[in-house]
């Protein structure tokens, strides 16, 4: 009973440890429903959606269940799996918002705009253009504001602790893995082998371009227009994710007896973070990133 005690308070203690939280929440949730508002842009034109979701608008209209219900008991399974497998330094407030919120925001937003969207193909490739840009700028305000992973974006982190594969690659294989996963609860992948192309919903062109485009898109609104508008650094943000999610609170089956969550505070002159059961002072962001294992 007392070492859960100490592990719910870990939880609770790096969840509101950073500094600017309230700060850090609002634009969060801003980020979150400007997130759902750009998926349904992307469901609206046709062109499909990112993998994740694809998977889960194949298996929630194959149910006949809400996508938003869906994908929150999706990432409500996730975020247990990532807990009880992992460490607490994944999730965070940013995390339970992105799992409550986003589907639900897509859901809303896709049914204000369905009825005043025409089949007209030129409409249709400017609301694809507009949910790549409308949802990389949400993906780079949730990022900067820095207080946890979105639930499927935990999957890849966490293996990557227990891996020798790069984290990116790791990405690529989760997102091919749902893809198909869709595609075989909808009955999709069955059309795609008799050649029925047109039967393959929530999967296309949009679904590429978000996986090739994305990451240099949302890192160029990070580093030029979200990292101002919160006034963070956003050199920095690396170490502090190196900090909070790869290693803060990992090993959390080593943490000796006397530990006390409260000594985790980036705020601290000298971070502490847990290495091999011991609690280590590391004096720069140099030899945080060296001890975190992380570029």
Not at 7 to 33: C, L, P, W
Not at 116 to 121: P, W
Not at 203 to 224: D, E
Request: net charge neutral.
């Amino acid at each position: 009973m007392k070492k859960f005690e100490k592990e719910a308070y870990g939880y609770i203690k790096d969840m509101f440890v950073q500094h600017n939280m309230f700060k850090r929440i609002i634009f969060t949730v801003i980020s979150i429903i400007v997130m759902g508002f750009g998926i349904a842009l992307f469901n609206v034109s046709g062109f499909g959606v990112d993998p994740f979701t694809s998977m889960n608008m194949n298996i929630s209209s194959t149910l006949g269940i809400g996508y938003g219900t869906f994908q929150l008991i999706v990432n409500a399974v996730i975020i247990v799996f990532v807990v009880i497998v992992a460490h607490r330094g994944l999730i965070g407030v940013g995390t339970v918002i992105n799992m409550v919120g986003v589907g639900y925001c897509c859901e809303f937003f896709s049914g204000l705009i369905s009825p005043h969207i025409s089949d007209n193909i030129a409409v249709r490739i400017c609301l694809l253009a507009a949910g790549i840009i409308v949802l990389c700028f949400s993906c780079s305000l949730f990022f900067v504001s820095n207080i946890g992973v979105g639930p499927y974006d935990s999957i890849s982190f966490m293996l990557s602790q227990f891996t020798p594969i790069h984290y990116k690659w790791l990405r690529v294989m989760t997102d091919i893995a749902v893809i198909i996963i869709g595609l075989v609860v909808s009955g999709g992948l069955t059309s795609l082998l008799k050649g029925d192309v047109s039967s393959v919903k929530n999967i296309g062109i949009g679904t590429i371009i978000t996986a090739f485009m994305m990451g240099p898109l949302v890192n160029f609104f990070s580093k030029h227009i979200t990292s101002k508008i919160l006034d963070v650094d956003y050199a920095g943000i690396s170490r502090d994710i190196a900090f909070f999610m790869i290693k803060g609170a990992m090993v959390k089956n080593s943490v000796p007896d006397d530990y006390n969550p409260s000594e985790l505070n980036i705020d601290s002159p000298d971070c502490m973070v847990i290495t091999q059961g011991k609690i280590t002072e590391l004096k720069n962001a140099k030899e945080i990133n060296t001890a975190t294992k992380v570029v």
